[in-house]
């Protein structure tokens, strides 16, 4: 049966499903509609994604969808491991513009399930790493923003060091937290 763990943040969740194993490998279970829902995690998911990272220090996000694009999110590692960041954009919540990390891993066999309403993204501590997502929505390039992942009012420690962070250009050309909390509000 698969564990599910409330994290600080409401609706943001440790996901940690059981691994059968013998001489020959093991068999996992790492998504099962009726449990979650039952634990309160009720998702439609409608696309899977896979991304691999080369190297370590690949940072992926923050990044969001608005309106009614927005996703929830299922995130694991098949390979390596991420320093994953979910930040509450939700303008109603007590907890608008706090942050949460989780390490996730191979090794640890953990996800991460983070609600619509935040902005997500991930740095590789290891080479070769490879994730997995389920997403509840499907991408909509018109809809989607991207939130400065060293925005000064966040102030997220990131556990690589600047140099040594690999990004795209529309990670590194994100927009700060007030304006991307500007447009959430206004629904896109």
Same mark, same amino acid.
């Given at each position: ?28 279970? /790492? ?114 923003? /991207? =939130?400065?992942?060293?925005?000064? /009012? ?10 040594? =962070? ?14 991307? =909390? ?7």
């Amino acid at each position: 049966m698969v564990e599910v763990r409330p994290l600080d943040l409401a609706g943001v969740f440790e996901i940690l499903a059981p691994r059968f194993g013998d001489d020959r490998g093991f068999f996992s279970e /790492t998504w099962n509609k009726a449990e979650l829902a039952a634990a309160g995690i009720d998702v439609d998911f409608v696309q899977d994604n896979h991304s691999f990272s080369a190297a370590r220090g690949v940072l992926r996000g923050l990044h969001l969808q608005l309106g009614p694009h927005a996703q929830d999110k299922l995130v694991r590692v098949v390979r390596g491991a991420i320093w994953d960041v979910a930040v509450d954009l939700r303008p109603q919540s007590p907890t608008c513009g706090r942050w949460i990390v989780l390490e996730v891993s191979a090794q640890r066999w953990n996800q991460i399930f983070i609600p619509r309403g935040f902005a997500h993204g991930f740095v590789t501590t290891e080479p070769g790493t490879e994730v997995i997502y389920k997403v509840s929505a499907p991408y909509a390039s018109g809809w989607e923003r /991207t =939130l400065q992942f060293d925005d000064s /009012t966040l102030a997220i420690p990131w556990p690589v060091s600047a140099p040594e =962070l690999q990004l795209s250009a529309k990670d590194r050309d994100g927009l700060s937290f007030e304006a991307v =909390l500007a447009l959430v509000r206004r629904g896109g």
